[in-house]
């Protein structure tokens, strides 16, 4: 499978070792948008590690210049739905996450079952930690808002705090925990190295090739899983 990456920064890097070891071809990668408006690949996949700015600039060009994107980028939800249909208008494959650790995505449908069980059984306050390296820009991190909108979707009449830490060399941890009266329900992610995120954005390429259609990466995951 032919693989083209935009932003060939620290991620871009070790995008590239993950997909030398699964035998895919790195036929360029982009680190403009004078690059990338002269680009066209329909028939690669398009691995997209850039900046919010960039891919809200620049998700018109992915869309219409490449077969099948895979967005890693973070920071545009309040413009998802408007991304979503241009990628259906222009019939090009899409799958998107805040994280594609595929422990993140699990961790996503625990906080899932967790909550749904709190609303109907107890009543519990939950709540977020989430640590990051001092050079991470987004705050919130994506990771973080998308468990907040799981508990919002379970525990409507609660408020879901999230705290951000931003220090050192921190490859990212999240904790989501519950407190009653009586007793705490916690669940904690810690991520060791990048490469587990890039692994996860490499398998979402070889999967959205093959699936077609617009995903969000949980969902695409939960159903090969389902199939499975």
């Keep these: 499978m032919d693989i083209v990456i935009t932003g060939y920064g620290k991620m871009g890097k070790v995008i590239e070792g993950v997909l030398r070891k699964r035998g ?3 036929s360029k990668t982009i680190d403009s948008e004078k690059e990338l408006a002269v680009m066209n690949s ?11 700015d960039a891919f809200k600039a620049n998700y018109k060009m992915l869309a219409d210049k490449f077969g099948s ?21 222009k019939n090009t494959n899409l799958v ?12 996503f449908e625990a906080v899932d079952l967790i909550s749904g069980l709190i609303a109907e ?17 987004d705050i919130p991190s994506g990771t973080a808002i998308s468990i907040k909108k ?25 904790e989501t925990g519950f407190e009653s009266e009586y ?16 692994l996860g954005a490499v398998i979402a390429a070889e999967w959205i ?9 949980n969902e695409l995951l939960k159903s090969k899983l389902i199939k499975k």
């Design 24 to 26: 895919h071809n790195l």
């Design 42 to 52: 329909s028939d690669a996949v398009c691995i997209d590690f850039t900046t919010p």
């Design 69 to 89: 994107v895979v967005v890693g980028t973070t920071g545009w939800d309040d413009i998802e739905t408007v991304v979503t249909e241009y990628f259906k208008e």
């Design 96 to 107: 998107y996450a805040t994280n594609f650790s595929l422990g993140v995505n699990i961790y």
């Design 121 to 137: 059984h107890a009543d519990y306050d939950p709540y977020i930690i989430e640590l990051h390296h001092k050079e991470k820009l």
């Design 150 to 174: 799981i508990i919002d979707k379970n525990l409507i009449n609660k408020e879901t705090d999230i705290s951000s830490v931003r220090s050192g060399f921190i490859k990212g941890i999240h």
């Design 183 to 198: 007793d705490k329900i916690s669940i904690r992610h810690e991520a060791y190295t990048r490469e587990g995120f890039a």
């Design 209 to 217: 090739a093959e699936t077609g259609g617009v995903w969000k990466f």
